[in-house]
């Protein structure tokens, strides 16, 4: 079992709905990031939290450390999010873990 | 982008030939690591450093072997290059002081 588990693997979501991607982890952790891939480019570092909940824009991060488990929320989907959205925690081993990937498609 | 620059960035190489993949930072940051992404397995870490001559392998580092002389280059060689280490190869860095981590743009490698 992979020690981060993303969800749903593939998203498909018409402009402006509401979209959240799940990540649930196995290991202790001192913080979770959430990173952004364009189809061919590059990788984007979103939000880095270790507690509660992060707000940039239209996107929003949040963490339950109790529970293992993290969303990232998107309002008002446009088609430009569509990307890949990767979950990957930090056990304070300078190394990161990282989950397979949600790959979203918001279509107009 | 925090200054990483990744070369080459496409590369187009026969199975058995060597092959060196160059990272390039210009804010002396201590951290550097090699990820290879692959279809179905996410990025997964080949080698990091910790500082110059300071290294230390990856999940994935069968095949591959790093260098770091100056704190701004972090290589890696593929000795004998095999047509499974086909991969998109990024690059990171590590602010000293925080966990978060800056990519580089990525190298595209294809082993015929």
């Known amino acids: 079992k992979n020690e981060v588990e993303q969800s749903p693997q593939n998203l498909t979501a018409q402009e402006g709905e509401f979209i959240t991607i799940n990540c649930s982890y196995s290991v202790g952790i001192s913080a979770l990031h959430w990173l952004q891939q364009h189809p061919g480019g590059g990788i984007v570092s979103l939000f880095m939290l270790s507690s509660g909940k992060k707000k940039h824009g239209r996107l929003i991060a949040t963490i339950n450390i109790q529970e293992k488990h993290s969303s990232l929320h998107i309002t008002a989907s446009h088609p430009r999010d569509s990307a890949v959205y990767i979950c990957?925690?930090?056990?304070?081993?300078?190394?990161?873990?990282f989950g397979t990937g949600t790959l979203l498609a918001v279509q107009p | 982008d925090a200054g990483i620059t990744q070369s080459p960035r496409h590369k187009v190489t026969e199975t058995g030939t060597p092959v060196t993949l160059r990272c390039h930072q210009t804010e002396n940051h201590r951290y550097m690591y090699w990820y290879r992404q692959d279809p179905g397995h996410g990025l997964r870490l080949i080698h990091y450093?910790?500082?110059?001559?300071?290294?230390d392998k990856g999940e994935v580092s069968d095949g591959y072997s790093v260098s770091r002389s100056k704190t701004e280059d972090f290589l890696l060689t593929l000795e004998s290059a095999t047509s499974s280490q086909t991969s998109v190869y990024f690059c990171?860095?590590?602010?000293?002081?925080?966990?978060?981590?800056?990519f580089g743009p990525g190298t595209r490698l294809t082993v015929l």
């Open positions: 450093s910790y500082g110059v001559k300071d290294t």
């Open positions: 990171a860095i590590r602010f000293d002081r925080a966990y978060e981590q800056f």
């Open positions: 990957a925690v930090d056990g304070a081993t300078n190394k990161l873990i």
